[in-house]
């Protein structure tokens, strides 16, 4: 197997809290540095650049970040530029928005600053996102796909940002009942982990190659390489699949999961 | 463990087809003896029982079935009734409506007739029932509960018709993304098996313990019996539940899953 990864990542499953206790935003701060920290907030994902830098700036500043930076890619000119490239270097801990994460990944896939923030990762800066900002760490990952039965072909998958091998993950969860298509994500390959984060959950992964779990919701591990059967390579598209037996790991806050050895804590750490 | 079944059982996750191939009723009739078959659809679970009533009686025979009779039981006085047992004992399979669960069970429950429906499922006539007619089938059944994250507590279970043991059912199971509400039931006690069935879909249990699938989406199991980790007894209600591992098993059409060891078939049969 592959390392799964070279530095630190904190994948949020989306909709954080940010109004209370702030469990998973208070994480991040402290990962990046505390009163140390110089965050980057990326606002590529989303079509609201402005509102959504303005309220992660405002909300981590409150939460005790020393510097916030937003910084808005609107297109791949920009992200070839020097200057910006300059300004993600100071970044002791880097933060996706939301959105869409096409829109992440055609801006800043194989452009200078996406190099950038690949050295920074391998340099030890904490890399987070949300949302759509979640889905970009894996090799492969999900930009859409319905909710309900595991069904052959009803998803889309497309190349992410590579910071993390081996594996697939969804967002939003079970609040949208998401489990199917991370199922049919993994019957395709089930060398492939899947991994589904609720809202208000995320997943701290370490270089090592374990994560735990921090926020109020669960994490779903999906394992699909003990199955035996499969019926993946001879359905139609649209028809259900088959995919046993498959290792399942429901996770809350504290736990922790070893991707390697794909096994669970028996303990919160 | 206790024997799974007497009988057989025919368990549809609700919205089975009644207007294309109508796989799962033509199986219903089938098995309730085709051209001989004289079936008795239980009304008690609806609120509209004529109208459900008369749209099954349709269907049904217009799908082959020699004889439909509509039993509607609006109290256990009628339950208790001598002439409605003696109804239901020329049964060759018996249908349960969707509806409300606790209709179902509170009207039935201890009197003459679910003693004789009980009598003939020992004597091997197929009894069947679609969503709120197929949580009734267990020994507990699940009543209510949302969707989304598994979390203690958040759910309602109830004793169900007993018909079949050491499982527990859910419905409507995909669509209405029902896989934490499951995982939190067998939380609850490993030992107990679940089943999760999608819509237009179902399983068909036989006497020796092992079910088969029918129809158009997926079923789902879930065993926790294997898991090492688990915090039900610990957290407080509404805190996310941990369980870990548990198996997994994704079937459709045609496959088979053994209830007593608890592993599937490898191919469909």
Redesign the interface.
Known sequence: MKHYVEGKLLIIGGAEDKKGECKILKRFIQEAGGKESHLVVLTAATELPEQVGAEYKEILLGLGAAEVEVLDIPERLAANGESISQELQKATGVFFTGGDQLRITGVLGGTRLGKTLHRLYERGVIIAGTSAGASVMSDTMIVGGE????KKDTLTMAPGLGLLHSVVVDQHF????R??RL?TAIAQNPYVLGIGI?ED?SILVYADGHFTVVG???VTV?DASPS??S?VSE?SPG???????????????G?SFDLKRR?????PV
Chains 1, 2 share one sequence.
């Open positions: 909710a309900g039965t595991a079970a609040q949208r009942g489990i199917g199922l609720d959950t109020s919701q669960t999906v035996i059967a019926n359905v028809q259900a699949l088959v995919l046993t037996p498959v290792l399942m790991h429901v996770l809350a806050d736990y096994i669970s804590s028996m303990t």
